[in-house]
């Protein structure tokens, strides 16, 4: 008999990660499990769900946390022994008038948008099954157009993220190095743009394509990892002014997390509609 599929969606608790289990719960042949950093938050939101006639499971995930993401991925390997769909949409934003200093905001969104999903990539891949599915939801700011600091050093920097060679490594340290400079005044120096939140989305779409590079090399056939922009929408972290619904917001993300076997979807930079983006030149859509 084969293995009863599993899928994962992170910050699954609210927003487009809520909408997204909606979809799966409907679309997904396997069980669902609803992730949230708090488990009041996250247990309500199954039950939300119940209400309207779904069902997921949860379990307890905070991508900031190591011994919270090695606790669920113990618990996935010991229960299913594998992983079929991962959505890696956890995420924060500072508000625009917020008065956190900039370094501090860097290091916080950078720490959790960028090492906590790498983390969880790393304790969940190992348990990926063949023609498992894993999209991140990036952002239209983490396109790598928008790394717009002082010329020429982002265009040098421009060059390294698009570069098809670049390491995780080399990624890693970029990412380190804009805290750094966003700490000591000297990111826009640096090629950095002025946003802290976009720095890290840009930084999770890199290191989407550094993922799919490995993966076309494992043993483990069709592994797909894309990345994608869910539009701007209506959920709290955009204040409510976004003006996409979060069902509308939900489209390319449960699409990736739903392609098929042997799709040639793979690497990608998506956007809200589905359509494939280029990464490294755009030109991007408009923004709705
Ligand atoms: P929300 O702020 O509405 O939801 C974010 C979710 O992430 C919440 O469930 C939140 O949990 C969770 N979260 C935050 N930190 C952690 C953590 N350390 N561990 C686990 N979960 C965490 O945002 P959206 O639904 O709008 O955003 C979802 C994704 O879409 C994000 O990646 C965002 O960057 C991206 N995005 C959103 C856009 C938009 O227009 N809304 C546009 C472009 C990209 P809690 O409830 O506990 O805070």
Same mark, same amino acid.
């Given at each position: 008999?084969?293995?009863?599929?599993?899928?994962?969606?992170?910050?699954?608790?609210?927003?487009?990660? !809520?909408?997204?289990?909606?979809?799966?719960?409907?679309? !997904?042949?396997?069980?669902?499990?609803?992730?949230?950093?708090?488990?009041?938050?996250?247990?309500?939101?199954? +039950?939300?769900?119940?209400?309207?006639?779904?069902?997921?499971? =949860?379990?307890?995930?905070?991508?900031?946390?190591?011994?919270?993401?090695?606790?669920?991925?113990?618990?996935?390997?010991?229960?299913?022994?594998?992983?079929?769909?991962?959505?890696?949409?956890?995420?924060?934003?500072?508000?625009?008038? @917020?008065?956190?200093?900039?370094? +501090?905001?860097?290091?916080?969104?950078?720490?959790?948008?960028? =090492?906590?999903?790498?983390?969880?990539?790393?304790?969940? =891949?190992?348990?990926?099954?063949?023609?498992?599915?894993?999209?991140?939801? @990036?952002?239209?700011?983490?396109?790598?157009?928008?790394?717009?600091?002082?010329?020429?050093?982002?265009?040098? &920097?421009?060059?390294?993220?698009?570069?098809?060679?670049?390491?995780?490594?080399? &990624?890693?340290?970029?990412?380190?190095?804009? %805290?750094?400079?966003?700490?000591?005044?000297?990111?826009?120096?640096?090629?950095?743009?002025?946003?802290?939140?976009?720095?890290?989305?840009?930084?999770?779409?890199?290191?989407?394509?550094?993922?799919?590079?490995? !993966?076309?090399?494992?043993?483990?056939?069709?592994? %797909?990892?894309?990345?994608?922009?869910?539009?701007?929408?209506?959920?709290?972290?955009?204040?409510?002014?976004?003006?996409?619904?979060? +069902?509308?917001?939900?489209?390319?993300?449960?699409?990736?997390?739903?392609?098929?076997?042997?799709?040639?979807?793979?690497?990608? =930079? &998506?956007?809200?509609?589905?359509?494939?983006?280029?990464?490294?030149?755009?030109?991007?859509?408009?923004?709705?």
């Amino acid at each position: 008999m084969a293995p009863q599929k599993v899928a994962v969606v992170t910050g699954a608790n609210k927003g487009i990660g !809520f909408g997204v289990m909606k979809e799966l719960c409907q679309k !997904f042949d396997g069980v669902v499990y609803l992730t949230a950093r708090d488990e009041g938050r996250g247990q309500a939101a199954v +039950e939300e769900l119940k209400k309207l006639g779904l069902s997921a499971r =949860f379990h307890q995930l905070d991508i900031d946390d190591a011994a919270s993401i090695s606790r669920f991925a113990e618990y996935i390997k010991k229960t299913y022994d594998g992983l079929d769909v991962l959505v890696n949409n956890a995420a924060i934003a500072y508000k625009h008038d @917020s008065t956190v200093p900039f370094g +501090e905001q860097a290091e916080n969104t950078i720490r959790i948008n960028f =090492f906590g999903t790498l983390a969880v990539c790393d304790a969940l =891949f190992p348990l990926l099954r063949p023609h498992a599915r894993v999209i991140t939801v @990036s952002s239209c700011v983490g396109h790598l157009t928008k790394v717009t600091g002082d010329e020429p050093a982002a265009k040098a &920097l421009r060059d390294k993220l698009a570069s098809p060679s670049l390491t995780r490594k080399e &990624l890693c340290d970029l990412m380190n190095q804009f %805290v750094q400079t966003a700490k000591d005044g000297t990111w826009k120096a640096a090629g950095w743009q002025s946003s802290t939140y976009s720095a890290s989305k840009v930084g999770v779409s890199a290191l989407s394509r550094i993922q799919q590079k490995a !993966f076309d090399t494992d043993s483990r056939p069709d592994l %797909v990892i894309n990345h994608c922009h869910p539009g701007y929408v209506n959920t709290d972290m955009t204040s409510h002014k976004g003006p996409l619904s979060v +069902e509308q917001g939900s489209v390319s993300t449960s699409y990736a997390a739903l392609l098929p076997p042997n799709t040639e979807v793979r690497g990608q =930079f &998506l956007w809200h509609d589905k359509q494939v983006v280029d990464w490294v030149n755009g030109p991007t859509p408009s923004l709705y």
